[in-house]
């Protein structure tokens, strides 16, 4: 089984073929373009939070500098790491969001809060000196596995810090809960750039660490988020009241007596990364759930989650798409490739879930998006499932059609420097070449 990269520069696709930019994407940009983009370096508030293959902020700025208004509502369905967020604060509009993930909504209300520097520096160092006295905290975080991810003293180190940060307001909670993220994760024995958890042959030698190293890792964190956070406020300008948490933290059924004027997301990618796998330890060590079982119970949060009862998995779903049912089928049957026992048909499931997921999130937008309004999303163009391609973009846009959404415009990105250290099978379940960047148009109620 080979690493690569989920996002894999397209060697298929002649370079002439592309519009090469730099900077910003032009708001002038031909219809269904295929463009290469030499990206400008981003704020560093982009960059604060654990998110694997995040969203690029040059997306949503083109789609309020081409349609946005500064007075505009964005929706923001699939939060993540905040990058729509941040850009609809950057144009003066305001943006509704959510997330199912707890790390996700714990990055966001982070990035969307007023942080004081001066303060936080007088209780990190309150924590630290805290910490360092402690000699033997209480044991107060257990999970599968921890033993083997987490040595002794780290251990330790994580447990004092955390009893600290209990110990400071409830408001600035937030970010030092954020640093202590970073630092579960860099003090565990996976190795740099491993995105999920697992035990594997070929990994370098973990280092001993000490203690100290944990403090250390804190502390190195800590300056540089609130050097991301000092730029961020800086160029904000005081406006973050603009950004409003909702309550509902699932995108299938949005709840609540709201309108927006667009969306703007990049919905999951299907069967692409596993969020949940590749955020446990931080799950755990911030408490953020309450034991292994409440863990897995955020899988049934997913759009097109993988956590299928049996009895489900079994039957053959049927969506109405003719095309689409079709590939589901090509899956539960293996015709381009048999997988190990039952996994075509969970896989068939997956997919059949996934846009299932999808066609009830687009009416709930539907039906919250003001007369005229907008849903821009990018998402992989294709995705290879048992040796099945799925073009996920496409349909998505038709299913989007049908429920009354007008398509209006449409380009292509080539996705390039988003490795993923994940352990593929490269035989049946393929890279994403592009992002394809879909604008749609509520043009009926």
């Known amino acids: 089984m080979k690493q690569l990269s989920l996002f894999e520069t397209d060697n298929t696709t002649p370079q002439s073929s592309y519009l090469h930019l730099e900077g910003d994407i032009p708001i002038d940009l031909p219809e269904n373009a295929l463009i290469s983009l030499q990206r400008k370096p981003p704020l560093k508030i982009h960059s604060l939070g654990f998110q694997p293959a995040k969203s690029i902020p040059e997306i949503p700025h083109w789609f309020l500098s081409k349609y946005g208004t500064e007075k505009c509502k964005i929706l923001e369905p699939f939060a993540g790491s905040g990058t729509t967020i941040i850009e609809t604060l950057l144009q003066g509009a305001s943006v509704y969001w959510l997330d199912y993930h707890p790390l996700s909504r714990l990055i966001c209300r982070v990035k969307t ?3 004081y520097i001066a303060e ?3 209780y990190t160092e309150q924590i630290l000196q ?12 257990n999970f599968a596995n921890k033993d083997f991810w987490f040595q002794k003293p780290v251990q330790t180190g994580l447990e004092s810090l955390r009893a600290q940060i209990f110990q400071v307001p409830e408001a600035i909670q937030p970010l030092f809960w954020l640093v202590f993220a970073s630092t579960v994760r860099k003090t565990s024995d996976m190795n740099d750039g491993m995105i999920l958890a697992a035990k594997r042959a070929n990994v370098k030698e973990i280092p001993q660490r000490s203690r100290e190293d944990v403090y250390r890792y804190f502390k190195d964190y800590l300056d540089k988020a609130l050097e991301a956070i000092g730029e961020w ?5 005081n406006s973050l009241q603009n950004a409003i948490e909702l309550k509902s933290t699932t995108a299938v059924n949005l709840t609540g007596d709201w309108h927006c004027d667009a969306v703007i997301t990049s919905p999951p990618y299907i069967n692409a990364i596993d969020y949940v796998w590749a955020s446990k330890f931080e799950l755990h060590w911030l408490g953020l759930v309450s034991n292994d079982r409440a863990r897995l119970d955020l899988y049934t949060q997913e759009i097109g989650t993988e956590r ?4 489900d998995y079994c039957q053959l779903g049927k969506t109405g798409n003719y095309y689409l049912d079709d590939l589901i089928y090509d899956i539960y049957y293996g015709t381009q490739y048999k997988a190990s026992k039952g996994q075509n048909k969970l896989r068939a499931r997956v997919v059949y879930k996934y846009f299932m997921d999808m066609k009830a999130h687009f009416l709930s937008c539907f039906n919250h998006l003001n007369l005229g309004g907008y ?3 990018a998402i992989g163009d294709i995705s290879k499932i048992c040796g099945v391609e799925i073009p996920v973009a496409k349909l998505l846009t038709e299913i989007a059609e049908e ?3 007008a398509k209006i415009f449409q380009f292509d990105l080539l996705l390039k420097n988003r ?9 049946w379940a393929g890279t994403i070449k592009h992002d394809t960047v879909v604008v749609l148009q509520k043009i009926k109620t």
């Open 113 to 115: 809060h007023i942080y």
């Open 419 to 427: 490795r993923l250290n994940l352990p593929r099978n490269v035989s």
């Open 120 to 122: 936080i520096l007088d």
């Open 233 to 237: 406020q800086f160029v904000l300008n």
């Open 375 to 377: 849903y821009c999303f």
């Open 403 to 405: 429920i009354g959404f």
């Open 130 to 141: 805290n910490a360092y006295a402690i000699k033997y905290p209480l044991e107060t975080v």
């Open 308 to 311: 299928i009862p049996r009895k």
